[in-house]
């Protein structure tokens, strides 16, 4: 017999973060988006590119603190690369992270979706009191 190069087509830790996440994003019939995302929710990063129309695309990294249920709250943090230091904080619910991701995994793009965007947009607005 070899030797199990480390990947398990299913475990009962992954199963268990399937049955609890699947309810809150979209239940079975979204089954393989969401294993996908379950297997990117412990690496706590997402390195996309939002794409420009003329231009070229904006490369930014979306970092994440660990979670383990659905309602955990989870601590973001947004870098583009083209502006160095600055950083864009926001937290929201793991499922909320979570779903962002299975949409990355169904678009088959490197980027997050507009539901994102718009989310992060109105957050930004609603916490600097702006109109």
């Known amino acids: 017999m070899g030797q199990l190069d480390g990947m398990t087509l299913s475990s009962p830790s992954s199963d268990a973060q399937l049955a609890l996440f699947a309810p809150y994003c979209g ?3 979204r089954e ?18 939002r794409v420009r129309i003329g231009s070229q695309p904006h490369r930014y990294l979306l970092t994440w603190s660990p979670a383990n249920a659905p309602l955990q709250t989870c601590r973001c943090e947004l870098r583009f690369h083209e502006q160095g230091d ?12 979570l779903d ?13 979706p507009d539901s994102f965007w718009q989310w992060l947009l109105l957050e930004q607005i609603e916490e600097d009191g702006s109109p």
Do not use: T
């Open 27 to 29: 239940g079975l019939r």
């Open 32 to 49: 393989q988006s969401l294993r996908h995302a379950l297997e990117q929710l412990p690496l706590g990063q997402f390195d996309g590119e």
């Open 86 to 97: 600055q950083l864009y904080p926001f937290e929201c619910p793991a499922h909320q992270l």
């Open 100 to 112: 962002w991701l299975m949409q990355v995994v169904e678009a088959g793009r490197q980027d997050l």
